[in-house]
């Protein structure tokens, strides 16, 4: 069975309700994935795969067995080798798993008439990837309408108890009526919508409910959706640069940059612009400009991939630089009068727009739209990155992603030494090393945050600091003399 074009859960949903062994093939960053799947576990992948991307991963190859096109999980694979193997495809599903980009997936009955004894549980890895990166943005994208009303299998209960389910999903389900309509469910749980919401996702995945979510059939509104202005003002300052900027002013990359930084950069970028991403807009020049976009980014991602075309394409800058620098040193000293002239209205002066991406990112973090406030801190430390609290804002909203905590540190980090006696600054690195259990940074942090301020409630919890007293003058009348020089020697 062959089904193109689906969106990430609607794939998931089906290979894991497959009846007998089938094959989940969707393309990831430079390679094209196969997981062989049966009975709700991945036995192995496509042997190609294992071998260029598991393999460069520190996946052993004494942990598969080859068959045919195919490496299986052996049965002398050790528990932490399945453990990195998970996790290893837990990161594959995250980066796919944006709804709004479709992606060409297939589906097929798989043939084999041999025992795979091991494999990993696909309805731990679904409710540990919908629980760390499923964020509302994702959830509100894929539950546009509250209106629509809930069907309960009849055996759900039942079939839920052998599912690894978090206490709180369990207690959505209890909740749900058969018809019941998802606002009003929202408050009947008394979770909170985010909560409700991922619950009833786990739940359609597992197919112990029925919703007409991803639904081809569902009656939308034939009007055209406008865009919103700041996606237009993103893509045509990004295709003003593709037609005017080298490989590496696109990718925002130096000329030395590594391999995998290029790699990263190529799939952050094609996942922004996929064109796949606007077709809703049924906008002719936007989908054109997107497709240009797309094609450079390919186009560039060839060019420096390869280390020998990286050279040659760096050697061709610096010649082609150089010649422009020779050419200016001609200019008449008239056009050297002022090199730094200053920009003629306040919203091109980059200090000025870095202000506005500040002031949009807090409001959107306010509304708890963590991914826009990401996205506009990302702007302002990108055009003032000396600011401090421009760091500061930016790595306090990465907490809020799992996958990017290492880059939330890096900019608190970088808050601090612009600015070291801010005690924000270091309160909110110590609650992001105790949420990943560093406790002896964790403990530094509050340190430094009780130096700075000792009647921070906080920092004195942690580090136990019990409160002082404050000596009262009843207190001083109740103390015979020997205790009042004591208190004054102190």
């Known amino acids: 069975m062959n089904k193109d074009f689906l969106s990430f859960f609607e794939a998931i949903k089906e290979a894991y309700n497959f009846k007998g062994a089938c094959l989940l093939s969707f393309p990831f960053d430079t390679y094209i994935v196969s997981l062989v799947i049966r009975e709700k576990k991945i036995y192995g992948c496509d042997i190609n795969f294992f071998k260029s991307f598991l393999l460069e991963k520190g996946i052993s190859q004494n942990s598969i067995f080859e068959k045919e096109t195919y490496a299986f999980l052996s049965e002398n694979i050790d528990d932490s080798e399945m453990e990195k193997l998970s996790n290893l495809i837990l990161e594959i599903f995250s980066e ?98 985010e909560k409700t919401l991922r619950s009833l996702l786990i ?75 606007y077709q809703k807009y049924e906008d002719e020049t936007l989908l054109r400009k997107i497709d240009s976009i797309f094609s450079l980014l390919t186009e560039c991602y060839e060019k420096l991939k390869d280390d020998e075309q990286k050279k040659k394409y760096v050697e061709l800058i610096l010649a082609k630089e150089n010649k422009q620098k020779k050419h200016t040193q001609k200019v008449s000293p008239k056009s050297e009068k002022d090199p730094q002239e200053k920009p003629k209205y306040a919203y091109e002066d980059p200090a000025h727009k870095a202000k506005q991406h500040y002031i949009h990112g807090k409001e959107a973090f306010k509304n708890k739209k963590y991914f826009d406030a990401m ?115 102190k």
């Open 375 to 489: 996205e506009h801190f990302r702007e302002a430390v990108r055009m003032q990155p000396e600011i401090a609290e421009y760091q500061y804002w930016l790595g306090k909203t990465l907490t809020y992603n799992p996958k990017k905590l290492k880059e939330a540190e890096e900019r608190l980090l970088k808050a601090i030494e612009l600015k070291p006696n801010i005690k924000q600054f270091y309160l909110e690195l110590a609650r992001l090393y105790a949420k990943v259990g560093l406790h002896i940074k964790c403990k530094k942090m509050y340190e430094k945050v009780y130096e700075l301020d000792p009647e921070n409630e906080e920092a004195r919890v942690y580090l136990k600091v019990k409160k002082k007293k404050k000596i009262t003058f009843k207190d001083l009348l109740n103390m015979d003399l020997k205790n009042i020089k004591d208190l004054f020697k």
């Open 96 to 193: 796919i798993v944006e709804p709004e980009l479709s992606i060409s997936i297939n589906i097929k009955d798989l043939q084999y008439d041999f025992e795979v004894k091991k494999g990993i549980d696909l309805s731990k890895l679904i409710v540990e990837l919908c629980e760390n990166y499923v964020n509302s943005e994702i959830l509100n994208s894929i539950f546009t309408d509250v209106e629509m009303s809930i069907s309960v299998k009849v055996d759900a209960l039942t079939i839920a108890r052998n599912l690894p389910l978090k206490p709180y999903e369990g207690f959505v389900l209890t909740r749900i009526i058969d018809g019941m309509k998802i606002k009003d469910l929202i408050p009947a749980t008394n979770l909170g919508e």
């Open 203 to 277: 739940f359609w995945i597992f197919n112990l409910i029925e919703l007409p979510i991803f639904s081809k059939n569902i009656s939308k509104p034939a009007e055209k959706l406008e865009i919103p202005p700041r996606i237009i003002q993103e893509i045509e300052n990004f295709y003003k640069l593709t037609k005017v900027g080298n490989c590496f002013q696109i990718f925002d990359l130096p000329y030395e940059a590594s391999k995998s930084d290029i790699k990263k950069k190529f799939v952050m970028l094609t996942q922004k612009f996929h064109p796949d991403k």
